[in-house]
């Protein structure tokens, strides 16, 4: 069993930054997939970046290129999401995802994670 959890959520104003942490109880992140999604309310849960394998590949939301920045630190005990030139759009609840056997096609469906985080707030405003 995995427990995900999330750290750095908050409140920010349209153009701020925050980073956002993801630890996983009493192990290190090696090949798995390791991924942030979002929710806003109302909205069905939504793929933003991932880690896929390891450091195989570096995959955004087209909603966040240039703007996020997922990373893992060297001792493999978490994994960042950077968020610069925060919208308001951006709001909602971050999601840590982690599975070990997802083909690069599968990372962007939420459904295909078999672990996850409680979520950390991000509120954005104008």
């Known amino acids: 069993q995995v427990q995900l959890v999330e750290s750095g959520g908050g409140l920010v104003q349209a153009g701020g930054s925050l980073r956002l942490s993801c630890t996983a109880s009493g192990r290190t992140f090696n090949r798995e997939t390791v991924a942030w999604f979002r929710q806003a309310p109302g909205s069905e849960r939504e793929f933003v970046a991932a880690l896929f394998r390891g450091t195989s590949g570096i995959y955004y939301a087209d909603s966040v290129k240039g703007r996020f920045t997922i990373s893992r630190d060297n001792a493999k005990t978490t994994v960042y999401l950077q968020m610069n030139s925060l919208r308001p759009e951006d709001t909602g609840v971050y999601y840590c995802?982690?599975?070990?056997?997802?083909?690069?096609?599968?990372?962007?469906?939420?459904?295909?994670?078999?672990?996850w985080g409680q979520g950390t707030q991000v509120t954005v405003s104008s």
């Open positions: 995802a982690l599975d070990s056997r997802l083909i690069l096609s599968s990372i962007y469906d939420s459904r295909q994670y078999d672990y």
